[in-house]
């Protein structure tokens, strides 16, 4: 999925782009989460945080399964139950003509 925002971005350099944050490479992951923590914080209003968050999860599937679970177990999100239930409606035979007339019992005694 790609945005026009995606697009811009790509026609920039990294020198050219107006957001100031840095981010260091090989540090810590306790680095990242702190940046994360700070940028979080500058976010005062709903929509921008869920613009940032979709930009974010962007990449999502290229987490290893464990690594999105996690994610899922702190979003407290559940997988959704789908309960089908089937109706099963037993239906009498019909009788035929051939079966309202009496046998004729034909065996010789």
């Given amino acids: 999925m790609s945005t026009d ?9 990294d020198q050219d782009t107006p957001f100031c944050e840095i981010v260091e490479q090989g540090k810590d992951n306790s680095y990242y989460q702190g940046l994360g923590i700070h ?18 999860l962007s990449d999502y599937q290229k987490l290893t399964k ?7 177990e702190s979003l407290n999100i559940q997988p959704k139950i789908v309960i ?25 005694y």
């Fill in 5 to 13: 925002m995606d697009i811009f971005m790509d026609m920039m350099s």
């Fill in 66 to 72: 464990d690594q999105q679970q996690k994610i899922e």
């Fill in 84 to 108: 089908k239930e089937k109706v099963i409606v037993k239906q009498e035979k019909k009788k035929s003509q051939k079966q309202l007339k009496p046998k004729l019992n034909t065996d010789d």
């Fill in 39 to 56: 940028i979080l914080k500058q976010l005062k209003e709903k929509d921008h945080y869920f613009h940032f968050l979709q930009s974010i």
